[in-house]
């Protein structure tokens, strides 16, 4: 399969590596997709308990809009540091895990994972 570059405008379709970002060639695709996980376990919380936005809002000591901004994708504002203060207003644990990068892969890389209760 051809490998795209940066914004590639061809039609041919392209095996992911599992990461849209780094698919895009977007530099930082690895903390674009962090925190695109992130955002989409803040809605899950939000969801699963029954929360409104202006009620998770004030748990997350953030405003109602930066609420929606996140759990629509809208994401460019927020750090990943203030996506993890937001999940733990939330009392969600965050553990983060450092290794050795596998010989497997050319470059390290950031994931996240989420554990529900």
Do not use: C, W
């Not at 376990?41 to 998770?56: C, E």
């Not at 993890?84 to 470059?107: C, F, H, K, N, Y």
Request: avoid cysteine; aromatic fraction near 2%.
């Amino acid at each position: 399969m051809k490998e795209p570059g940066p914004m590639s405008n061809d039609s041919t379709i392209h095996r992911s590596r599992g990461n849209v970002f780094a698919d895009l060639g977007l530099a930082d695709g690895d903390v674009r997709l962090a925190k695109a996980h992130l955002a989409r376990i803040i809605g899950t919380v939000i969801r699963d308990r029954k929360l409104t936005q202006a009620k998770a809002a004030r748990l997350m000591r953030l405003e109602q809009p930066d609420v929606s901004d996140i759990v629509r994708g809208r994401l460019a504002r927020f750090s990943l540091e203030r996506l993890e203060r937001g999940l733990q207003g939330l009392d969600m644990d965050i553990t983060i895990r450092v290794q050795p990068r596998s010989a497997r892969r050319a470059r390290a890389r950031l994931t996240v994972e989420y554990v529900p209760a």
